[in-house]
């Protein structure tokens, strides 16, 4: 079942001469579930790509549907509501918010639906994510992995049904990535939760069950793998 | 250009909004502070030359300086300029009309002498305006006052040593002076300074004679205006007519001498280098001179203005520093990261302050000298505009139309030199935290989030207790859910950001404050102006016509008055109201006239009903009749036609049938009157060894002198006695009362006819042939009132006008220009309202600036933030409503502290206010404080609306790359 239909998805940054097409007329789909990495040099498009798909930003044209619905009907308001329940964004450089500590920067997107934290949820996710011990902590007083899980923490908080993340481990050593990486891989097989890793690292590309490759915004390769 | 500058020269550019509202801040304080100080200069130099030009520009002057002070002057360092003046000595003369001469001796002065400077040295005094013929050559040669010509001499009968002249006195013509030194009844020496002292002449118990006189001849070479001796000009004397004769003349008395100093900044300084030459408590100083020019800085109006000024530069200086200092803090705060990024390739911490620096160099080079114009063309501007002001506080016409803007070179630099202090001290601990940015903290942000111990102890005791989630922390976070928490995390946890608006706030309150608390210092200024010069008199402008003492037979103050008022309806741009004149009387009055049932509402005129010898005391007796102090008001037959219908003749009277009395507090109108009559006036009684208390009725209506016999110490205590009018002197004189009126004529409300029972209207003509005010006729003035045709008339050119017919006719009378004071009063208090209010906009500019930079800016550094809360769900409601709370929060907090702060500026103001004025309470200005509160509302409200608008502009996606320096 495809969660995801992207379809004609164009970006064009300024105008006239100096217009950038980041994404020229991209199509794919999504199956619920899976693990796509999406790679490509820089400027290829893809944090564009995945600004689209989290609903950060609206296309020049074309359409993200998910389950069907294009999400750039919505308005700004339920595309805040969407960005909240239905995508968990992960950042290279976590973009926690610096005055809340670790339990509130996890807990944001709920309580900005005005929902009640789950105890339960939220132990098992500190727990999952070696987070025990520094709840009350601030993002300044954690180290570059502790915070990036912080992160992973907030994205899966609301169970959302996609996952995005951006170079989630590209400011991190390679056992903090190799714990990052396990993290957002056991939340795709165990809660079934799709994952789209952009990423330039071919060891993340081969963990992922489906390669998308771009190069200047058009896709030029589109492999599943065994 | 260094990497560094053009660092700095990028970071102004891109950030332009707030580059602008810095400048804009430092040219404002900048004009401001410039314009406190030339509006200081200005009025300053403005009223030593007022005073310079009506009085002349001597510090210091003696009029009889000891021998040999005249060389010392002459070579001494701190004289500026000096001139001396020798008296020769004083001649009595006589006049060959029956008069006698208005002084009694003439005084011949030499002319002046320049003792040090040049020939500005004569305007030191204000020298004789010559109307005729030339200044005296030769020591053989005399002016006279202008008073003098054409006037025949004459000795009295038998007397010797008169001065005399063959025929009128004229230019050309020779005048024989018989000159001796005056010389006192204990032997001392008199100058033109004393009055002539003799027991017929003046106040003075004691005789003067005059001694040495030897007779001199000077021919007549010209007139000059005659001087005012109340204002120390050259020739003004107490009481003797001047002449002059040449500089050089000799025979000296006594010498005065004029001198102005140099190098002598106080009046101690000036007076411990004047007494060993002048003699101790010899000289005047020109206490009004030397207070504007700041030497004598001991009245408590220059000890007042000084408090207002220092106040007003310190309150300028605050608030520029705090915009400035903003500014700054937010510039570095917002480049943390450039900073920390330079220090990690290499910048040392010299260089990173050296960029904060540079900003504030060019600030300034724009900034400062923008202001310095702005802050001239402003007072320019403002003094031009309140021009009417000036010139009459004045009293003169000011050159060009309006006060000229002094600015001085000191200032100027002084003004520079202190908005770049403002500038470096402002940017000084920006500079250091620029310089102190760690690489690694500042690329970690890490140094963004500070916690206080409490919160800190309050995450430690969650983190030790094992609470993971915490239920809703406060009341905001109840109250507004996210957004709240944000608000009360932002609040709680980060930097110095929240503390800067804060700062910015209570600054803005507290100018805002301060302007009001400058009214409030200022109001009792404006409110004496209101009282005094209200709009309350009838008429605009009085000619007031002073009786003689014995006017004789034919009665000529009336016939002046008569004679003014005729030529006067000839103005066009003056009505005549009417005239009148006021004095008191007695009075008896029979019964049936006063209204029985009135009685108990006069109460000041009723003696105690059951007083047993109610007839020893004047009042409203029982019977009806009484015995009473009328006011008698004297009006011309306009005046009186206007009241009544019958014909004003002497011997008829007039009552005015209203009386309004105050019953404890409330105002009750009577009137007191039931019919006309005949009621009998009387001149005061007078007995040797007693004191009058006026005339009384006995019981059998006859009127009696009431009287208290007088022991040394006064009145003896002893009780009243009565006298027959015979055995006291007393007149007495019946009126007809022809009518009963009960509404004045417009010109009577001058003398509050109302306020006062009885008060009585006579024709004018009675005031002269009434043998009752015989005596008192010396003492009643008469006011003639004028209201000009028009309100768009110039009062001073209709006052000048009558005042010019006056003059023609030969009539002596003095004019009181009610509308021209009121005119006047009123463009001070505009003037004076303009000042604080121009003070009052522009603080209020510099504090809107300072919380808008602020706000907006803090808001703005945040936007990082804002877009991962964007991008993790939060709608534009909660993001408006976070920044709602914490703006609310701050401007409660910035209040809280202005409304503290601005109590002491308020406090300065009112010491210094209530030295000049004392007796006034402390106030508080609450409405400017409840302005100032919607005010920052409503600056908070924009910003806010600002910084949302930018932040909807903001593009998320760029603003979470945060890898963009």
């Known amino acids: 079942m495809d969660i995801l239909s992207i379809e004609h998805l164009t970006k064009i940054y300024g105008a006239g001469e100096a217009a950038t097409h980041a994404l020229d007329d991209v199509s794919f789909t999504v199956q619920a579930g899976d693990f796509i990495a999406i790679v490509g040099a820089s400027g290829s498009g893809k944090s564009t790509l995945m600004h689209l798909i989290g609903g950060v930003d609206r296309p020049t044209s074309g359409t993200v549907r998910m389950n069907g619905e294009d999400i750039f009907k919505r308005t700004d308001e339920q595309l805040a509501i969407f960005r909240r329940r239905e995508v968990g964004l992960v950042y290279q450089f976590y973009n926690l918010i610096p005055v809340l500590d670790v339990v509130e920067n996890m807990t944001l997107p709920v309580r900005l639906d005005g929902r009640t934290v789950g105890e339960e949820r939220l132990g098992s996710l500190l727990h999952a994510l070696d987070l025990e011990g520094r709840e009350h902590h601030l993002p300044n007083q954690l180290s570059g992995g502790q915070q990036q899980r912080v992160a992973i923490g907030r994205a899966l908080m609301n169970a959302p049904s996609i996952v995005l993340a951006d170079e989630p481990t590209g400011n991190l050593d390679s056992k903090n990535s190799a714990e990052i990486m396990g993290l957002l891989c056991a939340s795709n097989r165990d809660l079934r939760q799709t994952l789209i890793v952009i990423t330039h690292d071919e060891d993340i590309a081969l963990m992922a069950h489906r390669v998308i490759a771009l190069e200047d915004g058009r896709i030029v390769a589109d492999e599943r793998r065994g | ?965």
């Open chain 2, 1 to 965: 250009m260094g990497i560094l500058s053009s660092f700095t020269q990028r970071s102004l550019t891109r950030n332009r909004a707030r580059t602008i509202v810095s400048v804009i801040g430092v040219v404002l304080s900048t004009a401001l502070m410039m314009a406190v100080f030339t509006t200081v200069t200005s009025l300053e130099s403005a009223l030593v030359g007022c005073v310079e030009a009506i009085e002349g520009s001597w510090q210091i002057f003696d009029p009889a300086a000891e021998e040999g002070a005249e060389g010392l002057l002459a070579s001494d360092a701190h004289v500026r300029s000096a001139i001396a003046s020798s008296e020769l000595g004083s001649s009595r003369y006589g006049l060959a009309e029956d008069t006698d001469p208005t002084y009694p001796l003439i005084t011949v002065r030499t002319m002046p002498r320049v003792l040090a400077g040049e020939e500005e040295a004569l305007g030191l005094a204000i020298m004789p305006e010559i109307l005729e013929g030339s200044a005296p050559a030769t020591e053989d040669e005399i002016m006279l006052p202008i008073s003098l010509e054409g006037v025949v001499l004459a000795a009295p009968e038998g007397a010797e040593g008169y001065a005399s002249c063959d025929g009128a006195l004229a230019v050309g013509s020779t005048i024989e002076l018989f000159l001796g030194a005056r010389i006192g009844e204990d032997g001392e020496h008199l100058t033109f300074m004393h009055g002539y002292q003799d027991a017929d002449w003046g106040p003075y118990d004691r005789t003067e004679t005059l001694q040495d006189v030897r007779m001199r001849s000077y021919r007549i070479t010209g007139f000059y205006r005659d001087q005012s001796f109340a204002q120390n000009d050259y020739s003004g004397a107490e009481s003797t007519l001047v002449a002059l004769t040449s500089a050089d003349a000799p025979g000296a008395l006594h010498t005065a001498v004029w001198i102005d100093t140099q190098g002598l900044p106080s009046k101690d300084a000036l007076e411990e280098w004047i007494d060993p030459l002048l003699g101790e408590e010899d000289y005047y100083l020109h206490t009004e001179l030397l207070t504007y020019q700041g030497i004598d800085t001991s009245s408590a109006i220059s000890e007042s203005l000084m408090i207002m000024a220092g106040t007003l530069a310190a309150v300028v200086v605050v608030a520029a520093a705090s915009l400035i200092y903003n500014s700054f803090a937010i510039s570095v705060a917002e480049r943390t990261r450039q900073f920390g990024l330079l220090s990690s390739l290499g910048a040392s911490r010299r260089q990173l302050r050296r960029t904060v620096f540079i900003e504030a160099l060019v600030l300034g080079i724009v900034g400062i000298p923008l202001g310095v114009l702005l802050g001239i063309a402003g007072v320019a501007a403002t003094l031009h505009a309140t021009a009417d002001a000036f010139e009459y506080i004045f009293g003169i016409s000011l050159t060009g139309g309006s006060v000229p803007v002094v600015v001085r070179p000191p200032v100027v630099i002084l003004i520079v030199g202190l908005s770049c202090l403002v500038l470096v001290v402002s940017a000084w601990i920006p500079a250091l935290r620029a310089g102190r940015v760690s690489a690694i903290d500042a690329l970690r942000q890490a140094k963004d989030v500070k916690l206080d111990r409490r919160t800190r102890k309050r995450l430690e005791h969650r983190q030790r207790a094992g609470i993971a989630v915490a239920g809703p922390s406060g009341i905001r976070e109840r109250l507004f859910g996210i957004a709240g928490l944000l608000t009360t995390r932002n609040l709680s946890r980060a930097n110095s950001k929240g503390r800067i608006v804060v700062a910015s706030l209570a600054v803005s309150f507290l100018l805002l404050v301060f302007s009001g608390s400058i009214g409030i210092s200022l109001a009792p200024v404006t409110d004496t102006a209101g009282m005094t010069y209200g709009p309350d008199s009838p008429a605009d402008i009085y000619a007031i016509f002073f009786a003689e003492e014995d006017p004789g037979e034919n009665s000529s103050m009336r016939t002046s008055i008569d004679r003014f008022m005729d030529a006067a309806r000839s103005i066009e741009e003056a009505v005549c109201l009417g005239s009148y004149g006021r004095g008191y009387a007695y009075a008896t009055f029979p019964s049936g006239i006063i209204d029985p049932a009135s009685r108990a509402s006069i109460d000041y005129a009723a003696p105690d009903p059951d007083e047993t010898d109610e007839h020893l005391w004047r009042g409203v007796y029982r019977d009806g009749s009484a015995a009473l102090t009328p006011l008698v008001v004297f009006v011309d037959d306009a005046t009186w036609a206007q009241m009544s219908d019958a014909a004003p003749r002497h011997g008829s009277a007039l009552l005015i049938d209203r009386y309004v009395v105050s019953d404890e507090g409330r105002y009750i109108t009577a009137a007191p009157y039931a019919d006309t009559g005949t009621i009998t006036l009387y001149s005061t009684p007078a007995r040797e060894g007693y004191l009058s208390d006026g005339i009384v009725l006995d019981e059998g209506g006859t009127p009696l002198a009431s009287m208290e016999s007088l022991d040394e110490d006064g009145p003896s205590g002893t009780g009243k006695e009565l006298f027959s009018l015979a055995e006291t002197g007393v007149v007495a004189e019946e009126y007809q009362v022809v009518d009963l009126v009960g509404e004045t004529a417009p010109i009577l409300l001058d003398v509050s006819p109302y306020l006062t029972f009885p008060t009585i209207v006579l024709p004018a003509e009675s005031l002269d042939a009434s043998p009752v005010f015989a005596k008192m006729r010396g003492e009643i003035q008469t006011a003639v009132g004028y209201a000009l045709a028009s309100p768009d008339l110039d009062p001073r050119a209709v006052g000048d006008t009558l005042q010019g017919l006056a003059e023609d006719l030969g009539i002596s009378v003095a004019f009181n220009n009610i509308a021209y004071r009121a005119a006047g009063m009123r463009a001070v208090v505009s003037m004076i309202d303009t000042f604080v209010f121009l003070f009052a906009f522009i603080t209020m500019l510099i504090a809107i600036a300072n919380v808008f930079n602020t706000l907006s800016n803090s808001i703005i550094l945040r936007t990082r933030e804002f877009a991962v809360l964007q991008s993790c769900g939060m709608d534009a409601g909660d993001f408006a409503r976070m920044l709602l709370l914490e703006c609310a929060h701050y401007a409660l907090r910035g209040l809280v502290w202005g409304l503290v702060l601005s109590f002491f500026p308020a406090w300065l103001l009112y010491l210094g206010s209530g030295v000049a004025f004392g007796g006034i309470a402390f106030s508080y200005p609450w409405a400017h404080a409840l302005g100032a509160t919607l005010g920052v509302a409503a600056v908070l409200g924009i910003s806010v609306i600002y910084a949302l608008r930018r932040s909807r502009a903001l593009n998320v996606v760029e603003a979470l790359r945060a890898d963009a320096i």
